[in-house]
């Protein structure tokens, strides 16, 4: 089912298991992609690293979701796509340039929203452009500040402090953050995680339509299957490390899910579209059943 081959069906295929399409994944996961993930592991205790031998690769503009219970390394692996952390073992490379510490290349966007309490919006915002583009003139910088803040519909909120701002319209300022600075990728660990149902879906479709109009390159990290299903091209399904008869077991990419949904879906819709069920089932039946037993 949806297997992660260079063909993306654009209805739901037959199933495909992990064990046959296994080697296409990982052959595609070195030579092709703006993202390479080369057999990375991290081991913080040496005999039981938390993954092993994770490869995968992102296209240019292409929204990739990782989903898998809490532990598996879902924000070790983000980290270290970030070049906030290093892998024990393994390769990433971005845009033919191997990731070794931070870059303003790269776009994070925590849960927490990390905005400087004590700037405005604005200026909170100004700070990452003139640190990315140190050149700029201030009415530069201004009219590029105002067009990201409007993208996520706080232009009437942009002389306010954070403590003056709703948790949504934080994190809308950390979005309009990250993408303000034009980052080759944008790096989200669950954005909306402490936001409530109604201003979470609200900023869903908001970050669809900026990724859409923006053609933006985006790794996120969720624990809700239908944000995933609904934002992401392709999702991987990623399972903890256990101990087995046989030994410890590190965790890993256990499978790799292809949308199948056209890209145009919308919240209202999804629920609506041929193979949303069967797609949900998938992933829900791979969290209950496979993602702590591999
Ligand atoms: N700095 C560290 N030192 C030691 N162990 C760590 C460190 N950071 C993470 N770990 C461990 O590595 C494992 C993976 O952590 P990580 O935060 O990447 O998981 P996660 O999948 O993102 O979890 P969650 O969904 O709960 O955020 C956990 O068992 C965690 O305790």
Known sequence: MWSDVAQRPAVPAPLATDATDAPQRKASAVTQGFLQIDRLSKAFVPAKPVFADVSFTLDKGEFVCIIGHSGCGKTTILNVLAGLDTATSGTVIMDGREVAGPSLDRGV????????????????????????????????????????????????????????????????????????????????????????????????????????????????????????????????????????????????????VVNPLPRERTRASLHHLDGYYALRNHIVDFLVTRAKAH
């Open 109 to 256: 966007v925590f849960q927490s929203h990390a905005l400087m309490p004590w700037l405005t919006v604005r200026q909170n915002i100004a700070f990452a452009v003139k640190s990315r583009w140190p050149d700029w003139k201030k009415s530069q910088v201004d009219t590029h500040v105002e067009k990201f803040v409007a993208l996520v519909g706080l232009s009437p909120a942009i002389d306010k402090k954070p403590s003056q701002l709703s948790g949504g319209m934080k994190q809308r300022v950390g979005i309009a953050r990250a993408f303000s600075i034009q980052p080759k990728m944008l790096l989200l660990d669950e954005p909306f995680g402490a936001l409530d149902a109604l201003t979470r879906g609200t900023i869903q479709d908001e970050l669809m339509a900026i990724v859409r109009q923006t053609q933006q390159t985006v790794f996120m990290i969720t624990h809700d299957v239908d944000e995933a299903i609904l934002l992401a091209d392709r999702i991987l399904l990623m399972s903890n490390g256990n101990e087995t008869p046989e030994g410890y077991r590190p965790g890993g990419i256990a499978e790799v």
